[in-house]
């Protein structure tokens, strides 16, 4: 299976009162065609700015890609102006986006049919009567009952879950070849979580498009990503498919990420054990690894040496650490 986007370096920085914040500090991944990926990390690691960084995105000032690239389709999105033609191309129609927030993400005084019909007429070149249709059907797609008479409602007329729904047809309406996920289901219910998931995973296996799922929900990733990166202090320490993550985590952090789940195959009343303290300033960050505070395994080498590369461990399995694998 070929390579579909790969990111090489990326580093993005913010210009604060405080000092400059090296949000996501070089990093590399790459998607497959038609592959599920998750992107995992607590609050703060940089996940989100990641996926803002190859769209383009970032709020500039006081942000700025300071380096790295963004290889898709045998171009480095980089080179784009973030404002040019190249990249407006490429946004919606290429690579979608399904943000966190659907109530901001949407524009509360244009009709949900108008925020679909937009990005119709505009990547497709379809007039105002095929616009109107494909958003019909692309409503009913993603489970909208009387799609022909709630195109024409406003989003506060829908409730979360189904504007949620709203932004998967609009990240859908083009046919994309890679759809982002920022953690497209924080504020719903599990009920509403679980069904927006499902309805994911069919729509990436009906356009044959890959996925990018961010998001803290190890559950989640365990049952629809095929790959994951973990990602701490603008870094990712670990890498691997899901079965080499949940059955042999390499990290100390995607071991106390682990360690924090409950499990049904546990004994009763065994209590969680927390990873303690808090993830770093990102603006003061050590020369070494920036896990040391937190972790149970450090060793002097973790405090002399540089952050660690990652290291194959097996296969695709990858970690960024200097602590001895077996003792683990």
């Not at 943000?99 to 009709?111: D, G, I, K, R, Y």
């Not at 108008?114 to 009567?129: D, V």
């Not at 095929?226 to 870094?235: D, K, L, N, P």
Request: charged fraction near 25%; glycine fraction near 8%.
């Amino acid at each position: 299976m070929s390579v579909l986007l790969k990111v090489e370096n990326l580093k993005t920085q913010f210009k604060t009162d405080a000092g400059l914040v090296k949000a996501v500090d070089g990093i590399s991944y790459h998607v497959d065609e038609q592959e599920i990926v998750g992107l995992v990390g607590e609050s703060g690691c940089g996940k989100s700015v990641s996926q803002l960084s190859v769209m383009q995105l970032i709020p500039t000032p006081p942000g700025k890609i300071t380096d790295g690239k963004v290889i898709f389709e045998g171009q480095d999105l980089l080179k784009f102006e973030a404002k040019g033609h190249e990249m407006r191309s490429i946004r919606g129609a290429k690579i979608a986006m399904i943000f966190q927030e659907p109530m901001t993400s949407l524009n509360p005084v244009l009709t949900i049919g108008r925020q679909l019909t937009e990005m119709l007429e505009l990547h497709l070149g379809m007039n105002k009567k095929a616009a109107r249709e494909r958003a019909i059907e692309l409503l009913r797609l993603v489970g909208i009952s009387s799609a022909e008479s709630r195109i024409d409602d406003y989003p506060h007329q829908f409730s979360g879950g189904m504007r949620q729904r709203v932004m998967i047809a609009i990240a859908l309406s083009c046919h994309p070849r890679i759809i982002i996920a920022d953690e497209p289901t924080t504020a719903l219910d599990v009920t509403t979580q679980a069904q927006l998931l499902e309805l994911m995973k069919d729509m990436v296996e009906h356009f044959r498009a890959s996925l990018v799922i961010v998001t803290h929900n190890l559950g989640v990733i365990a049952r629809y990503a095929q790959r994951i990166y973990i990602m701490y202090a603008g870094h990712i320490v670990e890498t691997g498919t899901c079965k080499d993550l949940f059955a042999h985590p390499c990290h100390p952090y995607t071991i106390g990420l682990l360690k924090c789940i409950p499990r049904l195959d546990e004994e009763q009343g065994k209590k969680l054990v927390p990873i303690v303290g808090l993830p770093p300033n990102l603006i003061n960050m050590p020369p070494h690894c920036a896990f040391i505070p937190r972790c149970p395994y450090s060793t002097e080498r973790c405090k002399r040496e540089p952050w660690p590369e990652l290291k194959l461990i097996d296969g695709q399995h990858y970690a960024a650490c200097y602590a001895d694998i077996q003792e683990k």
